[in-house]
Structures are given as C-alpha cells and as structure tokens.
C-alpha cells in the first residue's frame, strides 16, 4: 500500500511534502473506502465555512447508500457525487488505468454559463501573426504595447528567458500580459514573472491551512512576498482574464490586482484560490482537494474568483469579424 504523498503550498512555494500515513494493511471494502476519504477532506478541506457546507450532512446523504456488495461503477458514482458536493474545480477521483475518472472543473461547474473569451486563432492570425498554441508568446504590437501570453504556469521559462522578455518590453509605453485559458501548474513560477512588476519586497497574500477537523481551526496565516529581482518594468500593465483562469493563475491575477499600476480587464476568473493536496485510498483510487488556502493582502478568500476591473466579452460580432474585443479594450486604455 502506498503512502499518500502530496504538495503543500508553504510561503508562495512548494517547499516540503506532508506524508498521511495509513496503516500496512488497512481495510479494503467501500464502506471503509468512503469512510476513510470522508475524514481526510473533513480534516484537511480548507472551504467548508466560504461555501456554507455542513460536511456531517453530507455523510448522512451518501454514507447509506454504500455498502460492501456495490460495484465498482455504482460505488464510483456515490464517491464523485459526495465530492461534487465540495464545488470545487481542485476536486479529482480517479481510478487509474481506467475510464473512471472525474473532476469539478472538466464536469463543466466552472464554466457553465461563461463565455470563452479567447480564441487563439483570432489572436495568432490578427495580432502576434505567430505561434498559434505556444504556451509563451511575446511581441511589441501596434502603437508600441507590449504583449505576453501565458497559457499555462505549468511551463516554466526561467530567470535568463523572461530577462530577456522583459528588457524587450522596457521600450514600450504600456504591457499587456494575457493568461486567459490559463488553468494554472506551478506557484513557483508565478514568482518568477511577478517580481519584475514589483520594486521592493511586497506582501501579495497569506496562506493557511486546516489545524484539526474542528470547523475553524485554522493554523495561522503565513504572508506571502515576491522580492524584486532581474530586469525591472514599472509602466502600466493589464492582465486579461476569461473563466479559464484558474488555480496558479487564478492566484497571479489576485497578486496582480493589488499593484497600483495594473488592471485587470476580461471575465471574472474561475477561482481555484488553494493549494491541492492527494492521495491514495487502500482500493487504489487517487483523490485530489483544496487543502492550503491563498487569501490576498486583506485575507479575503480567492476560492470563487477575481473580478476584473473592466468585465468585457468578446461579443458574437467582434468574433466574426475576427476582432478581440478584449484585447482591444486593453489596448485602449494603455493609449
């Protein structure tokens, strides 16, 4: 049997790994399946108060309907419909190496009733006129702004690679850094971007984490700092967000949001706000939730998402007429 092993979100980075230990040989049936992963998110889950769940009656729904002559498919569905009950786009079940697999955010409970707001070909071929799908897209467009996408912070491009990037920007009179479509990866790099927007070391937010199952037992809050380092760019910037923004981004697009010099212009983000922790339950199945909530620099919970300053859709017609009704709305206001 496996140990759970999971990442811990400690001081904006991934610096230590928690072990939960289950014993050598622990009971393998559903009933003690469920039971177990019933008590790890009660003990662990950092949202019950933000989202109003009483996590107790939760089990009193779903625990009746196990028991140990369910099959795999039946017990697979009560387990995914108890943890759907957290809303939680952080949420995963998986039984490996199967069809069995589910999560908040792919069942569409994030974005049902958003538009998408992006749409890369519009981008590459109206715009960049390169890199359709590049997860980092850097260019100077018209009326010299500067423009970054970043589709995903699970790519990583390191110190030397956004120097670069951002001495090029120095000449421009305003930036644009996109991260629509970005649905997170790792926390380090939003570091590695942030901290050539700031010029002394600044606070961007806390975390904590659950101390007991007792409801609001909380450690107490850890701040959160990028310290400046690298090339410096101190002019306006805007950051454009859609629905799919989520998790690490989610977290940058709070951090950016409290520099005086940025704004934020899209959709409202899609949330995400904690670090995820995972494990294994003794029949095998992988689970993931929110464990290590991030607060910004007020400690208001980012768990349902960032407002954008200017909320803009890119609308029907624009589309057709292959214009980005949100990048333009940018462009304006760095002009």
């Known amino acids: 049997?496996?140990?759970?092993?999971?990442?811990?979100?400690?001081?904006?980075?991934?610096?230590?790994?928690?072990?939960?230990?289950?014993?050598?040989?622990?009971?393998?049936t559903p009933t003690?399946?469920?039971d177990l992963l019933w008590k790890t998110v009660r003990d662990k889950y950092c949202y019950f108060e933000l989202k109003g769940i009483n996590w107790q009656s939760i089990y009193d729904k779903y625990r009746p309907k196990v028991n140990d002559q369910l099959t795999q498919d039946a017990f697979f569905t009560i387990v995914s419909q108890m943890?759907?009950?957290?809303?939680d786009g952080h949420?995963?079940?998986?039984?490996?190496?199967?069809r069995y697999s589910y999560t908040y955010y792919s069942s569409l409970g994030l974005l049902r009733g958003y538009a998408h707001n992006f749409n890369d070909s519009i981008l590459t071929?109206?715009?960049?006129?390169?890199?359709?799908?590049?997860?980092?897209?850097?260019?100077?467009?018209?009326?010299?702004?500067?423009?970054?996408?970043y589709g995903s912070f699970s790519t990583t491009l390191d110190d030397n690679g956004w120097n670069s990037i951002i001495n090029r920007m120095v000449i421009?009179?305003?930036l644009i850094i996109d991260i629509r479509d970005n649905n997170g990866g790792s926390v380090e790099n939003i570091k590695r971007l942030m901290q050539h927007f700031v010029s002394q070391?600044?606070?961007?937010?806390?975390?904590?984490?659950?101390?007991?199952?007792t409801l609001n037992d909380f450690k107490d809050y850890t701040p959160v700092y990028v310290e400046p380092s690298g090339s410096f760019y101190g002019k306006k910037i805007v950051v454009l967000t859609n629905r799919r923004?989520?998790?690490?981004?989610?977290m940058f697009a709070s951090a950016m949001s409290e520099q005086s010099q940025v704004t934020l212009v899209g959709d409202l983000t899609g949330g995400g706000g904690a670090g995820p922790i995972g494990g294994e339950l003794p029949n095998g199945w992988l689970y993931r939730f929110s464990a290590v909530a991030f607060s910004n620099t007020q400690k208001e919970d980012i768990e349902n998402g960032i407002k954008p300053d200017y909320r803009v859709n890119i609308t029907t017609k624009d589309e057709t007429a292959k214009i980005d009704t949100i990048l333009e709305k940018a462009i304006a206001l760095l002009n």
């Open 1 to 28: 049997m496996k140990k759970f092993i999971l990442l811990i979100l400690v001081g904006f980075t991934f610096l230590s790994c928690e072990k939960l230990f289950i014993s050598p040989n622990p009971p393998n």
């Open 32 to 34: 003690e399946n469920f």
């Open 201 to 213: 070391k600044t606070l961007i937010g806390y975390t904590r984490s659950k101390n007991s199952a």
């Open 245 to 250: 923004v989520f998790s690490a981004a989610n």
């Open 83 to 87: 943890m759907n009950e957290l809303h």
């Open 91 to 98: 949420v995963n079940l998986q039984i490996p190496n199967t």
């Open 172 to 174: 421009t009179k305003g």
């Open 125 to 149: 071929n109206q715009y960049l006129k390169f890199g359709y799908g590049q997860k980092v897209r850097s260019s100077i467009l018209n009326e010299n702004i500067g423009y970054i996408y």
